[in-house]
């Protein structure tokens, strides 16, 4: 089971998915942000399962910044996995529902800090549900090799946004789409049953030049906010209950590779508990 990137496989599970980051500002002032994820999934057919997550973030800002908390947006979809002998292919379609805190052309300004300070915490890998003014669609695909307790896969997911909430004076909402996509990959072994270790690369870019406002002008993203890469390691155990029920306890650790994220000295624990059954 991988950090960040998505399953494989699909089944019954309920997940609890803590991160929790630890970065600075421009100033070197130290601040922190702590994103829970709750995960139920639901096998519809042996092929194919509903999906719905719920987000939480609470940002410890540095500086000057407004500390704050925020619900984001949920994600409901569908997930797919085809066995193809030792192989798999994993497909995955949803949307958020736009109902995120720190929303609207005067959003209440500790639950946008906090909105934004969750992107980074989560490797800007779930920017879909931090994008708390937009509705966004999401398709993805994987493809993977599992036997003989080694797993490598990799994923692409396609995010596409559009805002239907605020309008062009919003500050963290001044266009009316967006195109976002991520992409990873993931390797994972295990060393006895009970534990393997996982590793992981993950990527992030902007299709489409997001805006920011400036002195209430539209001012393109630099180029290094376009694009972001991440690594995470760690290790996962493995314990069954009873003839069906397995938890899956893991710790990871990860940071950023390039800017903006390296720049800011993010260093990223994760604490996942998915529970399967």
């Not at 997001?210 to 890469?229: E, I, T, W, Y």
Request: glycine fraction near 10%; hydrophobic fraction near 45%.
């Amino acid at each position: 089971m991988p950090w960040q990137l998505r399953p494989l496989t699909v089944g019954n599970v309920v997940r609890s998915d803590t991160s929790v980051a630890f970065y600075k500002d421009a100033a070197g002032n130290s601040g922190s942000a702590e994103v829970t994820m709750l995960l139920g999934s639901y096998k519809l057919t042996p092929e194919l399962a509903a999906v719905v997550r719920f987000g939480l973030v609470k940002n410890d800002a540095p500086g000057t910044v407004v500390d704050g908390s925020s619900v984001v947006n949920p994600v409901l979809a569908v997930a797919y996995s085809h066995k193809l002998h030792a192989f798999r292919l994993a497909g995955f379609l949803g949307t958020t529902i736009p109902v995120g805190q720190g929303a609207g052309q005067t959003p209440n300004a500790g639950a946008a800090a906090a909105d934004a300070a969750g992107i980074n915490a989560r490797s800007a890998m779930d920017n879909s549900m931090f994008a708390v003014n937009y509705m966004t669609g999401i398709a993805g695909l994987g493809f993977g090799y599992i036997s003989r307790g080694f797993t490598a896969q990799a994923e692409a997911t396609l995010f596409q946004l559009f805002r239907v909430r605020g309008n062009d004076l919003t500050t963290s909402a001044p266009d009316a789409a967006r195109t976002n996509a991520t992409a990873g990959l993931h390797v994972g072994y295990f060393v006895i049953p009970q534990l393997s270790l996982g590793g992981e690369i993950r990527y992030q870019r902007w299709l489409t030049t997001p805006d920011r406002l400036v002195m209430g002008a539209k001012v393109p993203f630099v180029d290094a906010n376009l694009d972001n890469a991440t690594f995470g390691v760690g290790p996962r155990a493995h314990f069954k209950i009873g003839n069906s029920l397995w938890i899956r306890p893991g710790i990871s650790y990860s940071q950023g590779i390039d800017k903006p994220l390296s720049d800011a000295k993010y260093r990223m624990i994760q604490v996942d508990v998915p529970v399967v059954f």
